[in-house]
């Protein structure tokens, strides 16, 4: 056995501090100081709420059936995992699990688990401490019911002790940890998952520094402080995350002061939150990306050339300058971010060149020649680049592109169903390629929001497979990688848009606050972070 510092993962761990190096040094360019963050004499304060503007509805908060970033930040406030990510996404930290060892074949992981963690109380038990058995079935609920399959490759959950757990693989799994990162696999208590059925979602009980008090539809979710948290005690009494998918509104709401913390700023509302005086805008490059997915399985864009003509009827520069004029993202070339160690600018060669002639040739080798109507599926947020679509498709293709504006929870469903002839999304998560291209072209994905247009291609598979569990090497998982990131933009499975910041504007009575490279809000955590007021 060998600890886990030394753990066949250091290669990631060095890839993760060449990243995070990188973008710390682009952040303190793209973010407006006032000096709200640098009054370090200031002793933080305990009691307050904190109002947190989220830009989507919230579906549901089951770590299991979540398919969101929206969903997972009230999630991560009410639940821990076994370890996570430090604050600069350098190293992964302890949280329930106190200390990890891998075994030689690298096919097992046994936890040492801490044995002064309480659940909060619930419905159907009062506080109870968790064991390791709570580990074993809240992770093997994850393995069989994740909806984006957030924790996989995992054979079996072995109880070696009352608090310690031994993970078994089926293969060798370079990402295994960054998984066990992620809010889908927080630890929860059997009795309120069984008591409230599939209510559960509506009355998430974990072991985080936040307990869930309150859900009004559409409108708000409440927490409040966990007494009972074993981790360092929250400053705060509470936060309220206000649901609020006018970007427009979400300005106004930090302007006012109806809410401290504002996200996903974007588009002019950015020039208007950094030439406000009373407010800060906080924006690094971030591991997130924006594309329109074409439906693989039925209709026009079944058809390969008609992929091809749209994307090569798609003026990319102009959608991602349009939306960004202020700042916030730059143009996508492939189906991962920038900051992800597995990128390399060659991949900006496989980006099809803007042709509006050759698409109209392309399409007219096909039926419909003469183009066609096809709707589009996308968040109110990101109507701006729908709008912009939409103008070029008719101009250059004759395509009648019809605009559905809805919320997550519907826009979730119809896109994993694979009933969105098209639609626009946004992809964020963790720095290895793994969570950017085998959640969203595997075959294994089809049926789940990360490949609900149904690509499938067996040597992207077995490509994106061997990255996975035949190499650790970091070079060597990213030509692999590289390799079928050709393959799939040489088949046109969707159009990439735009590679962005992570952004959230403060109020200057918030403290302790910073915006990471993935999407995640952090509250309180144990990586250090513990957010207060300054009222």
């Known amino acids: 056995m060998q600890l886990f510092r030394k753990s066949f993962l250091f290669s990631i761990v060095i890839a993760l501090l ?90 097992s992981y046994t936890f040492k688990l801490r044995d002064d963690v309480y ?5 159907y038990q009062d506080g109870r401490q968790m064991t390791a058995e709570d580990v074993k079935y809240s992770l093997e609920r994850s393995v ?43 630890i929860v208590p059997k009795e309120e998952v069984e008591g409230w059925g599939d209510q559960f979602g509506s009355h998430l009980v974990g072991t985080g520094p936040f307990q869930f008090v309150d859900w009004q539809t559409d409108q708000q ?61 906080l924006s690094v490059p971030g591991l997130a990306l924006t594309y329109l997915d074409l439906n693989y399985q039925s209709g026009p864009t079944a ?18 300058q349009g939306v960004n004029q202020w700042g916030g993202g730059s143009v996508s070339y492939a189906p991962l971010p920038q900051e992800s160690w597995g990128y390399s600018e060659e991949l900006e060669s496989l980006k099809p060149a803007y042709n509006p002639e050759e698409a109209k040739s392309i399409l007219a080798e096909t039926d419909y ?43 979730s469903t119809i896109a994993s169903q694979g009933n969105a002839p098209m639609y626009i999304g946004g992809w964020s998560w963790y720095p290895d390629p793994y969570f950017f291209l085998n959640q969203t072209f595997h075959s294994s994905q089809i049926g789940s929001l990360g490949n609900g247009k149904g690509y499938s291609n067996p040597e992207v598979d077995a490509l994106l497979d061997r990255a996975l569990s035949e190499t650790v090497v970091q070079e060597e998982r990213a030509a692999l ?34 915006v990471a490279v993935d999407p995640s809000i952090q509250i309180v955590s144990p990586n250090g972070t513990n957010v207060w007021l300054n009222n």
């Open 144 to 186: 069989n019911d994740s909806a984006l399959n957030r924790l996989t490759g995992v054979e079996s959950f072995e109880v070696t002790g009352e608090f310690e757990v031994t993970m078994h693989l089926t293969a060798p799994n370079a990402s295994i940890l960054a998984m066990l990162t992620d809010p889908g696999n927080i």
């Open 369 to 411: 020649a003469d183009g066609f109507s096809i709707e589009l599926y996308v968040l109110e947020s990101r109507v701006p680049y729908a709008t912009i679509f939409q103008n070029q498709m008719k101009e250059n293709l004759n395509i009648d592109v019809d605009i559905k504006v809805t919320e997550w929870g519907t826009l």
């Open 18 to 107: 060449f990243i995070v190096s990188a973008c710390s040094s682009d952040s303190q360019t793209e973010s407006k100081s006032n000096g709200q963050q640098g009054e370090e004499n200031l002793e933080p304060k305990s009691g307050g709420v904190l109002n947190v503007g989220l830009a989507s509805n919230i579906n549901t908060l089951d770590p299991t059936k979540y398919t969101g970033a929206y969903e997972s930040q009230v999630i991560r406030a009410i639940g821990d995992t076994l370890i996570a990510y430090s604050k600069d996404f350098s190293d992964f930290v302890p949280s329930l699990a106190t200390e990890w060892t891998v075994s030689e074949d690298m096919l």
């Open 119 to 123: 659940f909060q109380p619930g419905e």
């Open 221 to 281: 979710v409440k927490v409040e402080r966990h007494e009972n948290y074993w981790g360092e005690t929250p400053y705060l009494d509470g936060v309220v995350y206000k649901i609020i998918p006018d970007p427009n509104m979400m300005t106004n709401a930090i302007r006012s002061g109806d809410i401290d913390i504002a996200t996903n700023i974007s588009g002019q509302n950015r020039a208007v939150i950094e030439q406000d005086s009373n407010l800060e805008l």
């Open 303 to 320: 058809d390969p050339k008609v992929r091809e003509a749209i994307y090569k009827a798609t003026n990319v520069e102009e959608i991602a």
């Open 481 to 514: 990688y590289q390799e079928a990131i050709a393959i799939i933009m040489s088949e046109y499975a969707r159009v990439e848009l735009d590679n962005l910041h992570q952004t959230a504007a403060i109020r200057p009575n918030v403290k302790g606050f910073n």
